[in-house]
């Protein structure tokens, strides 16, 4: 599914470089490493402050408490994401109030938002899902209109872009997780909050710091969610090669697109769509397996040795530990069908044409075996590996 070992190869002296000379500085701790790379991933999200803390989880946390979202709110986000959404919402005692999706793009529906607007609303958290930006002028519009806070999770998303404004820059705060599977990963967790807002950046400093300034005096009630200077070292030598990893994986999204159209596979899986006004950065590459047969296809994959996997099975309105709040079953129908549909096939930058023509037609041999001239082994239809061979 991901070989971080073939990005990470190429980088190892530089990476022993910079974690020695942090070493040498013994400064584990936020740091000179972790001021750069707030100033570099600022700028790359084209946003004017960055803070970084421990995870993405720690994220979404530090920019609800920093947004005051406390025990009376409610918070509006998708049910189909992953779970540190909505579980920053309830570690505040806040309700989280679960939005549908988009079928096309399976980000949050603007529609859906406006209508669980209530007085008890205090914030939308719309996710950029799978690394494409959610309708941010929608959803503007409707935050504004009824004056709340907006927060990006923006997780999956860095680089991403919304008619040309980057994710974690169009809402009050953005956040950012910096896990071993992002985009941008870490050897470990780490996280960032980008915003425009001064008042804000300099809120979001203080409570990851245990709310404390100047040393021992706690002006807040925080967090210790530092970001360590190892993790920041690594980023910073990986935030270079970003804007390249993206264009990678936007051609092997392509590429997809291409053999599964060869593959005569184009109407029998549904392929992700990229919006109009969007540039997608293509995290996941997730295709909907319909009629039932997505946990057949997955099983086959892995007999072939080929990672898969399912984001998510259940939306968080279907979760156990969600079941206090009464959401039932068909409530958010697009989500539920998502559910059992979606299969995230291997996207990452250097996964190679051959590898990607091998993924298609093992699918194509559970779900399109008999197709004439389409079948596994065709030479039409591998026309990476032959022309690799030559
Ligand atoms: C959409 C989304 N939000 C939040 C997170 C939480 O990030 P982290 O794992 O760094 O805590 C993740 C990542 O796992 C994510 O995919």
């Known amino acids: 599914m991901l070989d971080l070992a073939r990005a990470h190869g190429p980088l190892l002296d530089e990476f022993t470089e910079s974690l020695v000379s942090v070493c040498r500085s013994g400064q584990f701790v936020l740091g000179p490493e972790v001021l750069k790379l707030e100033q570099s991933v600022a700028e790359y999200s084209q946003a004017k402050h960055a803070v970084g803390c421990a995870s993405g989880s720690d994220a979404l946390l530090l920019a609800l408490m920093a947004c005051g979202v406390g025990a009376a709110d409610e918070v509006i ?111 470990g967790d780490a996280g960032m909050l980008t915003t425009n807002d001064d008042e804000l950046a300099d809120k979001l400093q203080l409570l990851r710091g245990h709310g404390m300034r100047p040393r021992y005096y706690h002006k807040e009630i925080g967090v210790n969610s530092r970001l360590d200077s ?87 309105h279907q979760q156990e530990c969600f079941s206090y709040l009464g959401n039932s079953y068909g409530e958010l129908p697009q989500t539920e069908q998502a559910g059992g549909e979606v299969l995230a096939l291997p996207i990452f930058p250097e996964l190679t044409a051959v590898e990607q023509e091998i993924v298609v037609s093992r699918i194509a041999g559970l779900l399109k075996p008999s197709t004439d001239g389409h079948a596994i082994g065709k030479p039409k239809f591998l026309k990476y590996a032959e022309a690799a061979k030559s």
């Open 77 to 187: 986000l998708p049910s189909f994401t992953f779970f540190a959404t909505a579980s920053a919402v309830t570690r505040l005692g806040a309700t989280p109030v679960f939005a549908d999706i988009e079928p096309a793009t399976f980000n949050v529906c603007p529609a859906s938002i406006e209508s669980l607007i209530n007085p008890a609303t205090k914030a939308i958290l719309p996710v950029h899902l799978f690394g494409q930006c959610a309708d941010m002028d929608r959803i503007g519009e409707i935050a504004a209109e009824s004056k709340l806070a907006l927060i990006e999770d923006a997780a999956q998303a860095i680089g991403a872009e919304f008619a040309g404004r980057r994710a974690g820059s169009m809402g009050q705060i953005g956040c950012f997780s910096f896990y071993p599977t992002k985009n941008l990963g870490g050897a």
């Open 230 to 316: 190892f993790q920041a070292a690594i980023l910073n030598v990986k935030l270079p090669y970003l804007e390249r990893w993206s264009q990678m994986r936007q051609t092997n999204a392509a590429r997809y697109a291409e053999l599964f159209k060869i593959a005569g596979l184009e109407d029998v899986v549904g392929l992700p769509e990229t919006a109009p006004n969007c540039r997608h950065v293509w995290n996941q590459y997730v295709i909907r397996v319909r009629d039932g047969r997505r946990d057949a296809l997955r099983e086959h994959l892995t007999a072939a040795k080929i990672g898969s996997e399912i984001y998510y099975p259940l939306g968080l």
